[in-house]
């Protein structure tokens, strides 16, 4: 290891960057459409550099673009796509922030850290596009091209913030600062005790070991308050993958359902359960009807750190997400997920995870102050 | 405070810090232009010793190669033998092959050196050769020896998520705007 290190510090002093002066007017562009809702403030790129590495060249780009709510409605999350077309034409990448409330008028920032490595000679056009994808409102209107298809995301992420919100202001209610503060405490030590884990998703067929594999059924969570119940599920299991799972669910809800996901929560075989990720699944599911939710063409490899394999043992799966044929989408309550299992397992929503961050950084205070302001 | 050793910003750039440390060094590197820039050039080295090594064929057995390579000299010799003895020879054939098996080690080991994987997510999906990985810096889009990386340096916890249709996200709260940020890689 001490090795490796001092060979990459000689490597580094050798390919020593011989950085160059960033053209951000040639090497990006953003565009907002004319009636869009945010407004271009400013577009800082000092910070941002480029420097050839043999035959490639890289651009380091650091902004924090200042955009200014133009509408009358409050933001509530935004969406920014960035697309290096030239460079990657296969895939693109965003920039997601939830949980904002941007008031009209009021500017707020959105930081873009990007690192793009490509051959040279360069292209004419700008290396990079950022655009706008979408921007949710406070009553959950929707504005933008949803390309990337994360309206259903962003959705959700704020709906989830209304039930953190009112969660943590009854804990203020009832108990005070104190209370709220042992309550962001325990969340503290529930993200402290998660296994921190790096996952694999390829298509089937590209599995890399060479253990049995084997057909696992699925244990189940049931939420009482679920408009869709998992039925019966199986998946394969080889060493550290699980693949191929098939669902049954059911709709027990009186309303037509277009969209779900399901959340595995794996367990390894020294006993610890973490949630693995989910299963999203287009269907048409008329009331009081059955279907199959297949995903054949995937497999999931976990590693936990510093790189080692981590060998399934059992899966759970649970309805983390449905939404209904008139676009609604149902998440699960705070009583449902206060199932012990999902609570160690589960991390926190994005509001939580944000007001943890305020606590951390700022205090008590400051996150009473925040949960006023909604 | 005085700035951090080149071997922890190096440890910094490959993210091989333990939590605490990582954190109380990051919060130096991250309001100290030289040692960002420096870190920077870690991770840069760090990245084109990766793809270089990503360029190697997938298909080669580093074993099997050494095997064939030590077979030919063998052969080699058995029929320089076949032949009859040479009359003058300026170096013994005992160096010979222990130079060429030096050599043939040395590229056996380059090879395996640089043929080991760093612990990234990687998802291959959509169109092939387009790939998704995710590293302790960021998540990122990979495709005909091109890449675009979103960056999130947060020292703090990442939560990452796999979606089985084809991206990847990385979610993080960003001290500096107090926002939770969520990157996402997609696959067209």
Redesign the interface.
């Known amino acids: 290891m001490r090795n490796k290190?001092a060979a990459?510090?000689i490597?580094?002093a050798l390919?020593?960057?011989a950085q160059e002066p960033f053209e951000a007017l040639s090497s990006v562009k953003i565009q907002l459409p004319p009636d869009s809702p945010v407004a271009l403030l400013s577009a800082d790129w000092k910070q941002s550099r480029t420097?050839p590495?043999?035959g490639?060249l890289?651009l380091?780009l650091h902004t924090?673009v200042s955009l200014r709510n133009a509408g009358g409605r409050r933001i509530r999350g935004i969406t920014l796509q960035?697309l290096?077309q030239e460079?990657?034409?296969?895939?693109?990448?965003?920039?997601?922030?939830?949980?904002?409330n941007v008031a009209p008028g009021d500017s707020?920032?959105?930081?873009?850290?990007?690192?793009?490595?490509?051959?040279l000679p360069a292209g004419a056009g700008p290396l990079v596009t950022v655009s706008l994808d979408g921007v949710l409102f406070e009553d959950l209107s929707f504005y933008g091209p949803n390309q990337?298809n994360?309206r259903r995301a962003l959705t959700a992420w704020e709906l989830e913030a209304q039930r953190d919100r009112r969660h943590l202001g009854a804990v203020l209610s009832a108990g005070g600062p104190a209370a709220l503060q042992k309550e962001l405490l325990a969340a503290i030590a529930r993200?402290a005790e998660r296994p921190r884990?790096?996952?694999?998703?390829?298509?089937a067929g590209?599995a890399t070991n060479f253990e049995a594999e084997r057909t696992v059924e699925f244990a189940f969570l049931r939420f009482p308050d679920a408009p869709v119940e998992p039925v019966a599920g199986t998946a394969r299991i080889t060493g550290f993958e699980a693949r191929s799972p098939r669902l049954e669910v059911m709709n027990r809800s009186g309303r037509a359902v277009r969209h779900l996901e399901i959340g595995w929560l794996l367990k390894d075989r020294q006993g610890r359960e973490f949630l693995?990720?989910?299963?999203?699944a287009a269907l048409a599911l008329a009331p009081g009807q059955k279907s199959q939710v297949m995903?054949d063409s995937?497999s999931?490899r976990f590693?936990g750190?510093?790189?080692l394999g981590l060998a399934i043992d059992s899966i759970t799966g649970y309805v983390s997400q449905v939404e209904f044929a008139d676009g609604q989408i149902w998440i699960p309550s705070r009583a449902s997920l206060s199932d012990p299992r999902l609570l160690r397992a589960l991390?926190p929503s994005?509001?939580e995870?944000?007001l943890?961050?305020?606590y951390?950084?700022?205090g008590l205070v400051a996150v009473v102050g925040e949960l006023k302001k909604f | 405070m005085s700035h951090p050793s080149?071997?922890d910003l190096?440890?910094i750039?490959?993210g091989?810090l333990g939590a605490w440390r990582r954190f109380r060094l990051w919060r130096h590197v991250r309001s100290c232009d030289p040692c960002r820039r420096e870190v920077?050039?870690?991770r840069?080295?760090?990245?084109?010793?990766s793809?270089a090594a990503r360029e190697l064929p997938g298909e080669v057995h580093w074993g099997r190669l050494a095997a064939e390579i030590k077979a030919n000299i063998r052969l080699g010799l058995a029929a320089g033998e076949c032949v009859g003895p040479v009359a003058e020879t300026s170096i013994q054939p005992g160096w010979r092959v222990a130079a060429s098996l030096a050599s043939v080690m040395v590229l056996v080991l380059s090879g395996w050196w640089l043929y080991l994987p760093a612990?990234?997510?990687?998802?291959?999906?959509?169109?092939p050769?387009?790939i998704?990985e995710?590293d302790a810096s960021?998540?990122?889009?990979?495709?005909n020896?091109?890449?675009?990386?979103?960056?999130?340096?947060s020292p703090?916890?990442i939560?990452?998520?796999?979606?089985?249709?084809?991206s990847?996200g990385v979610?993080y709260?960003?001290?500096?705007?107090?926002?939770?940020?969520?990157?996402?890689?997609?696959?067209?």
């Open positions: 290190v990459l510090i490597m580094g390919a020593a960057p420097a590495r043999g490639a890289i380091d924090a960035v290096a460079v990657t034409p296969g895939g693109r990448g965003s920039v997601t922030v939830p949980c904002l707020f920032p959105i930081r873009i850290d990007l690192r793009l490595l490509r051959p990337l994360l993200q884990l790096d996952m694999r998703v390829a298509r590209r693995a990720g989910s299963v999203p995903e995937t999931l590693t750190r510093p790189g991390s994005t509001e995870e944000r943890i961050g305020i951390k950084t700022k | 080149e071997i190096a440890l750039a490959g091989e920077e050039a870690f840069a080295a760090r990245e084109s010793t793809e612990p990234r997510i990687l998802t291959q999906a959509g169109e050769g387009v998704l995710a960021g998540i990122g889009l990979r495709e020896g091109a890449s675009m990386t979103l960056m999130h340096g703090g916890v939560t990452l998520t796999a979606n089985v249709q084809g990847l979610r709260f960003d001290t500096e705007t107090g926002q939770i940020t969520i990157h996402h890689v997609h696959a067209q």
